[in-house]
């Protein structure tokens, strides 16, 4: 029970003001700012959350300056600062914004890193002297390289979105990236193609008169151009499927057909060999009864049945 | 947002890539033009630090620029460090000449650049001083020398800064 109240007194002459001017009324400030913003509505509500911000940047900038977060003696309070500053800024706008965030962030805390060094004694506004240009040049170069590393990071991440197929593959041989494993499994984009085949396959075969099944077989081999249009409509668009081509080989097995379609990756890959994944439908002619015949006529229509099976493989090679 | 994709051996590459490249030019700098080893590293670290980030804002200007094919050919380099259906490799000996002489005269810019802004007395205001004041200014431990012999310092320096990121290079391919 002691050492509780012991803690609290701590904790409460740590934030309690010694005095009026001094960084725990800012952060005060701020938590007050944010608790009335709780209350009251748009657009004050807007208005009080800025402002609760805004005490927090000073506050902590305040704090920090005078009691420096140190690593190995330098001090990253600037940074704590920037990243405050970064947030408040762009942290509630979407995606796109947030990358900005991060590229601003360095350049931002540099320049707070240095602000003192432009200020003399007087708080006049004095150019610094040559050896502490050099350091700030050195400095600001530094912080604008990572925002650099930020920027391609964001770059490979649009690639990945643009080309989701490239996350299936090996990344081994890179001397640029590394792939963290997700622990999903992550189909290639020729499966949701190749799936989204059957249903056009279906229109055009399934319980459809056997001789027109033959025509269409005949008028389609090998070139699946005009379905798989019709097929990428139903799909989002992605970048990527300008890498991605079908293919119709046809078998004959039994009375029916073998349809084995094939979609091949013609992209960025690991390996030099195409890969492509399969799916295998086939086609068989079924007799139907035709339930108010005359027994004796046998004059049944012989249709199409189409069954396909789930895909197989990513694999390797010319199919 | 989850990282599927981190770009370390990139800023592990290019900090090791930088740290050698500034202690390389830094060692010419103070030979060659006498400067202070303090001086000569703070500015082999600027010149290199601006050469290092007008490459990557070249890259992420130009990149978007690029027809399709090309752009998977990056892509297909980036990843899996081999070209799309193209098995010439000699494209990235092309880069490298091209990489070592806009880096040359990167640099070169950048020391002159720097000198500008660290008001650096030049040979040339040197002697404006001694004929406005008629006296030996005395020898000023940041004096940088004329243009033509700056230009063949940092073309020494980065002749060998890039000999050693080669080796290393080399080395990698090599493990």
Redesign the interface.
Known sequence: MEEFTKAFESIIKFIAPPRAYSWQTLILLSIFSCIMSALSHNPLQNFLASLGWIFLIFGVSWATTENPVKIADFSISPWITGALICIFLFGHWSGEMQRLGWIFWPPISAVLASIHDFFNDNLEFSPPT?PV???L??LL??N??IS??F???F???S??GE?PT??T?N?K????????D?GQEILPRGALILNSLESPLQKNLDNKPWSEVELWLLENKGNIDVITEEAKKQLPKSEED??WSPRLKILSAGSGYNLELISVW?????Q?EEFYIRKICNINPVYVQNSAANATELSSPVIGKLKCEPLSGWLRGTP | MFINVFPLQTILFQSLFLLVAIAVEGFILHKQLNLTRKTSIEYATSINLFTTILGWVGFFYFYPLLPKGLKAQVVSYIFFDRFLDYQDNSIIILAAIGTFFVNFFTKFQALRLLEILLEVPTAISQQARKSLFGKNQGSVSNLSGSNSSQASVILLATACSHSVILLILVLRLLK
Do not use: E, H, M
């Not at chain 1, 041989?173 to 963290?180: D, E, T, Y």
């Open positions: 040559p240009k050099q350091r040049v050195n170069l530094t604008l390289l650099c590393w920027q391609f990071y770059i490979l991440q690639w990945v080309y490239l996350l593959d990344f041989r890179s001397a640029f990236v590394i792939k963290l997700s300008l890498w013609q992209g960025p890959r690991s030099p």
